[in-house]
């Protein structure tokens, strides 16, 4: 079946913002991608360019570009904006807070504002498990009512466009116009696209799987683990790892099933939490490599468990995670940076 809607991705350059792009495409949608390129990868552009011939432009904007975008908005007839573009490293937001809340919340606003002139009617936004904060335990694994407290600039730049969303709807049904939106709360997203084509390719890298993976490609003299004296079973943090297609799965559902003046939140994991000890146990086993594996002070801002209780989205929408084992998604995440050790470039 051939999507006839045209989609915009914001961040379409990005890890995530990349692999959505080519689930819509392989779907038969219209894709424009925006990217301002600060952290994005022209190599996934020119993947995604040849994938999506006629079907995919790319414009190189910000989203706080208001005039810019509503033009795009227009002239490709879009009628669903996927917002991926952020920054999204929660120590950077710490030392730079009003960087991330001028590019994740008030870029927004423009954003928000080009779409309300081109009157685009649904919008699907990446918002984060950071916006629980350290939930306390009655309420891990995580459900959609759990109280949002951040605890970092990075989580609150995100529960403020979660808040923009809902009074930018609430005017807009007040003038009787359409528009819907959702706000996925992704936990940990890892792993890459099983046919090869996209991957990871951060600068610096931080995340937990990758970092691990580069330790067993002999990039790094090794781990090490953020504090052990964790009240978790083994003393090191427990996450919860969602594979990047099924995220994207996620969105895609979502997006269809979005009606008008509707609203829907989601957290979006797989339900079952990984240590940090685990994690690179799995790596270990995956990659057959065996490195240094140190330990360390524990890293500010850290909450000892996070995983999603993802019982909403199964009941409303019949979506659950179909890659919940770790070794394969670990081993998808191998794959790529196997064969691209230096991301994109080589
Ligand atoms: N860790 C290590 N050593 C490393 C890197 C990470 O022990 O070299 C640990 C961290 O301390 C943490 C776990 O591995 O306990 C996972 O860390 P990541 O940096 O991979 O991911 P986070 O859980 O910190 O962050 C993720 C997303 C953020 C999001 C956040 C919500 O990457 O965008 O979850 O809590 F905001």
Request: contains cysteine; hydrophobic residues 40%; aromatic residues 8%.
């Amino acid at each position: 079946m051939s999507l006839d809607v045209s989609v915009m991705v914001t961040g379409g350059a990005g890890y995530i913002g990349s692999h959505a792009v080519q689930r819509l495409l392989r779907d038969g949608a219209r894709v424009v991608c925006v990217d301002n390129m600060s952290r994005g990868c022209m190599g996934a552009i020119d993947r995604l360019a040849e994938l999506g011939k006629d079907r995919f432009a790319f414009a190189e904007h910000d989203i706080g570009d208001r005039v810019s975008v509503a033009r795009l908005l227009a002239d490709h007839r879009v009628g669903v904006i996927m917002h991926f573009a952020a920054l999204a490293m929660v120590g950077e937001s710490v030392d730079e807070p009003l960087t991330y809340y001028r590019n994740n919340t008030a870029g927004v606003v423009e954003l928000l504002e080009a779409a309300d002139e081109a009157r685009v009617e649904r919008f699907v936004f990446s918002s984060t498990c950071a916006t629980y904060g350290e939930p306390s335990d009655e309420h891990v694994p995580i459900p959609e009512h759990c109280p949002q407290a951040p605890i970092n600039p990075y989580g609150a730049s995100k529960l403020h466009v979660e808040r923009m969303l809902s009074d930018f709807a609430d005017a807009k049904a007040k003038r009787g116009e359409a528009f819907s939106y959702a706000a996925l709360r992704y936990f940990n997203v890892a792993g890459a696209d099983r046919t090869g084509v996209l991957g990871e390719d951060h600068d610096p890298e931080t995340h937990l799987i990758p970092v691990v993976i580069q330790a067993a490609l002999g990039k790094r003299d090794g781990v090490k683990i953020f504090g052990t004296d964790y009240p978790t079973p083994d003393g090191t943090c427990v996450r919860d790892y969602v594979h990047v297609e099924d995220l994207i799965d996620a969105h895609v559902e979502v997006m269809h099933a979005l009606r008008a003046n509707d609203r829907r939140f989601y957290n979006l994991g797989i339900g079952k939490g990984y240590s940090v000890r685990e994690i690179i146990d799995a790596v270990q086993r995956v990659t057959g490599v065996d490195f240094a594996v140190g330990e360390g002070e524990r890293r500010p801002g850290d909450p000892p468990r996070l995983f999603a209780d993802p019982t909403k989205i199964q009941q409303e929408l019949n979506w659950r995670a179909s890659i919940t084992d770790l070794d394969e998604i670990i081993g998808s995440a191998w794959n790529w940076f196997r064969a691209h050790p230096n991301g994109y470039e080589g």
